[in-house]
């Protein structure tokens, strides 16, 4: 980790350097993937850390193999005590999950797309029973208070979104982020299998709340 990060200061300082010519393109393309690569190592530390796994300095897994293993980290969690984990354990393996997907290869825009739509939906799945659908199913008017007082302080999508949006949207809300929630709720909401009525129901929701929370950061 230490020689990534001595060449990404390098890599700054050329960059410095060379100013806006050919040569600073490809050193700005070479430092977003030393950057990448810094990302996937911290995923792996934070990870093997949330799995008390023994053997923590080995090999750098790839984006792949390391958002299966948050998602098996979810699942394992999730199980436990009753079906319930802390919301804070699965907020924090579902951010460090998009910030694998962020770190993929910016040229396959649909498997980034792909792998961070099921971070969101996955953050759903685990309350949408019990809570998002039982919230459709009562009738009631939701507003975007009674949703963030009474739904989104308690389920794991919407510790997350807050998150997401106070920490690591913060400041750079003119920058497109390829694994915002707003760019993918179609392909969310696909994956909850929900039906019709209770999908466009569901999207109503989902839009309330993403947009409470874009607009507290503006």
Wanted: proline share 1%.
């Amino acid at each position: 980790r230490r020689a990534l990060s001595l060449a990404k200061l390098s890599n700054r300082l050329a960059l410095t350097e060379k100013g806006d010519s050919a040569d600073g393109a490809v050193l700005s393309k070479r430092q977003k993937s030393i950057e990448n690569k810094l990302e996937l190592v911290q995923a792996q530390e934070l990870l093997m850390e949330q799995s008390h796994a023994i053997n923590a300095n080995k090999p750098l897994m790839s984006a792949e193999r390391l958002l299966s293993l948050m998602f098996d980290q979810l699942e394992r969690v999730n199980k436990e005590d009753g079906g319930r984990s802390t919301i804070e354990e699965s907020v924090q393996l579902c951010l460090i999950g998009l910030a694998i997907c962020r770190s993929m290869d910016d040229k396959d825009a649909t498997g980034i797309a792909n792998s961070a739509s099921r971070v969101w939906a996955k953050s759903l799945m685990v309350d949408l029973s019990s809570t998002w659908v039982e919230l459709i199913q009562s009738q009631q008017t939701v507003t975007a208070q009674v949703l963030k007082e009474s739904i989104l302080g308690s389920t794991i999508f919407g510790r997350l979104l807050e998150e997401y949006y106070a920490n690591t949207r913060k400041g750079k809300q003119n920058e497109v982020d390829p694994v915002a929630f707003q760019h993918l709720e179609e392909n969310v909401l696909e994956r909850l299998g929900l039906d019709r009525t209770t999908r466009a129901e569901m999207k109503r929701l989902l839009q309330i709340a993403n947009t409470d929370y874009q607009e507290g950061q503006q």
